[in-house]
């Protein structure tokens, strides 16, 4: 079982920037993929990027390629998501999951952080 509580997110305007953090519960935490999710009203979750157990490996959607990073650092249960150059489009609620390497359903989320963005 894995608990995942997001920080992080808030209001700001187009062009800024925001870090969300996620911290995981365990003593397991690089035996998981991590990813962030996002939500925005009247839309559908969407994946935005993963990172491997071991952070070797990060995939984005298209839309944020070269503007979000994400990473994680094992030694504090901890994957953040870096997002630069912020447009009122990527306003969601911004989910962080967690899914048992070699799987390919994500299993545990966290309850969500907002991320406003304005224009």
């Known amino acids: 079982q894995v608990q995942l509580v997001e920080s992080g997110g808030g209001l700001v305007q187009a062009g800024g920037s925001l870090r969300l953090s996620c911290a995981a519960s365990?003593?397991?935490?690089?035996?998981?993929?991590m990813g962030w999710f996002r939500q925005a009203p009247g839309k559908e979750r969407e994946f935005v990027s993963g990172?491997?157990?071991?952070?070797?490996?990060?995939r984005y959607v298209d839309s944020v390629k070269g503007r979000f990073t994400i990473s994680r650092d094992n030694g504090k249960n901890t994957v953040y998501l870096q997002m630069n150059s912020l447009k009122p489009e990527d306003t969601a609620v911004y989910y962080c999951?967690?899914?048992?390497?070699?799987?390919?359903?994500?299993?545990?989320w966290g309850q969500g952080t907002q991320v406003t963005v304005s224009s």
């Open positions: 999951a967690a899914k048992f390497l070699g799987t390919m359903r994500y299993e545990y």
């Open positions: 365990g003593r397991t935490f690089s035996s998981y993929d």
């Open positions: 990172i491997n157990g071991v952070g070797s490996s990060t």
